[in-house]
């Protein structure tokens, strides 16, 4: 009998302690402001860390909080940063967004290797051994990292298999950059149309070794067309995004390696 008591004792006293917790709960709740709900709910939901912090509910509380400023959500673009800016009532700098691009052209056709990996099927892997097996050592491992990382399946092969960026798909997150142990990928301009699909900023001669579509820095491209966008820094051609692009074809037209390229 005393241990039915009991018992009941404990149950009673349970339930006053949990009628007294939901009230403590709502009485003492802080109530969240109607524009930070506002801002949390126009997130993409994404949480890729693009904008540089934990997720999307991280950023909103941060934008409110004024410590961090709209618009740094790529997968947002102009539409969430205008959003933003409705909610807060400022003004937003909205701007343009930016996906990644794979600046390497090369494959087992056209670059020679030095030696057969039978590791990790994984980029960072491969580049502690000598820099990897591919002869362009500033090229593209084609190991797929970039792959793994890449939250919205934008990334994959070629029919040659290249490393190749939908830049539909990209959210411009940032992930596949910083995996990448070449820096062979890089976030460029969406609007971006031609660009010089290399990295390799040795000589034309060590190039010419190692990749048949590899950047020589022979300036073609920058000297044999008025108005090119092109400009040759470092052995490396690279085009100016903000300059007139109208020029670009043709000086992809007169690249003797084809390397610069036209991103579909």
């Not at 403590?24 to 890729?48: R, T």
């Not at 693009?50 to 410590?67: D, I």
């Not at 690279?238 to 043709?250: I, K, P």
Request: hydrophobic share 40%; proline share 4%.
């Amino acid at each position: 009998m005393s241990v039915v008591i009991a018992f009941l004792i404990v149950g009673v006293l349970g339930l006053i302690l949990g009628f007294g917790l939901a009230v403590a709960d709502k009485k003492l709740a802080v109530e969240k402001n109607p524009k930070l709900e506002e801002l949390e709910a126009a997130m993409p939901g994404a949480n890729c860390g693009g904008c540089g912090f934990a997720g999307c509910q991280a950023y909103a509380e941060a934008v409110f909080n004024g410590s961090a400023p709209a618009g740094l959500c790529s997968p947002g673009g102009a539409e969430l940063a205008e959003k933003m800016g409705n909610i807060l009532g400022i003004k937003v700098e909205v701007k343009e967004k930016m996906v990644a691009f794979v600046f390497c052209s090369g494959s087992s056709e056209t670059t020679v290797t030095d030696y057969e990996y039978s590791g990790m099927n994984d980029c960072n892997a491969a580049a502690l051994l000598q820099g990897g097996p591919s002869g362009c050592k500033e090229g593209c491992l084609h190991l797929g990292s970039c792959i793994s990382v890449c939250p919205s399946a934008a990334i994959g092969y070629d029919e040659k298999g290249r490393v190749v960026v939908d830049k539909e798909k990209c959210i411009g997150c940032g992930k596949c950059v910083s995996v990448c142990p070449k820096n062979v990928i890089k976030l460029v301009p969406y609007t971006a149309e031609w660009l010089c699909a290399c990295n390799n900023h040795e000589p034309g001669g060590r190039v010419r070794k190692a990749c048949k579509v590899g950047c020589i820095g022979c300036k073609m491209c920058e000297t044999k067309v008025e108005g090119s966008p092109f400009k040759v820094e470092s052995f490396l051609s690279v085009n100016d995004y903000h300059a007139d692009q109208s020029a670009s074809a043709a000086a992809a037209e007169i690249c003797p390696q084809k390397c610069i390229v036209r991103r579909s």
